[in-house]
């Protein structure tokens, strides 16, 4: 066998271990693994076999409260084996959580909500176990967990006064009430004007 063949062999080989595929990024909820849609589909379309994926991650999600939003990182292997890395829910459903929301700004310049910096330092405590921010700084986490706040219409302040942020929370809530009627009444009548000009 000459040298370039020989050559020609090795590359072959180093060529076929690469491997391209990407890892599959998706949100699954705690507990709640299930083979339908949109869950299902994006494992067949990776050759995962749906049913040890989903038996698996609910197994490894028993011990948190089922329904909160995971993200997970799935590696597969040629084998139809696979990797799966579960971190911590994302930093905004414990923004929300700290603030006692459920739903962020609606209009530009809304306040959603407040907390404080120990909410704040205590997230970043949490999300620095996740493997994206090992490199980062517990300030440069909290940093970042700042300015999600901010963009989700949460400010962050030194004290919070619990009758005050009660009686805040109560004028928000008929906000969004009146946010929410007014986009109904708006989603009818562009639903009538549609069944008129059919």
Do not use: W
Request: with cysteine; glycine share 6%.
């Amino acid at each position: 066998m000459s040298k370039m063949a020989r050559m020609t062999m090795k590359t072959k080989k180093v060529a076929e271990k690469i491997d391209h595929s990407s890892k599959l990024r998706t949100d699954v909820c705690a507990g709640m693994a299930t083979p339908a849609p949109p869950l299902g589909p994006q494992l067949g379309q990776r050759n995962i076999n749906i049913a040890n994926f989903c038996k698996e991650f609910n197994q490894r999600t028993a011990n948190i409260k089922e329904g909160i939003p995971l993200p997970c990182r799935v590696k597969v292997h040629s084998d139809r084996t696979f990797d799966l890395v579960i971190h911590k829910p994302p930093a905004t459903y414990y923004l929300k959580q700290a603030a006692g929301i459920q739903k962020g700004r609606t209009l530009k310049g809304d306040i959603a909500g407040k907390i404080t910096l120990k909410h704040v330092y205590e997230i970043a405590k949490i999300k620095s176990e996740d493997p994206p921010m090992a490199l980062l700084s517990l300030e440069d986490i909290c940093k970042m967990m700042i300015g999600i706040a901010r963009s989700c219409g949460i400010e962050v302040v030194e004290k919070i006064d619990p009758v005050e942020y009660a009686q805040f929370l109560e004028e928000r809530g008929k906000i969004l009430e009146k946010f929410y009627e007014e986009l109904r009444v708006a989603r009818e009548s562009k639903m009538l004007r549609t069944n008129t000009q059919a």
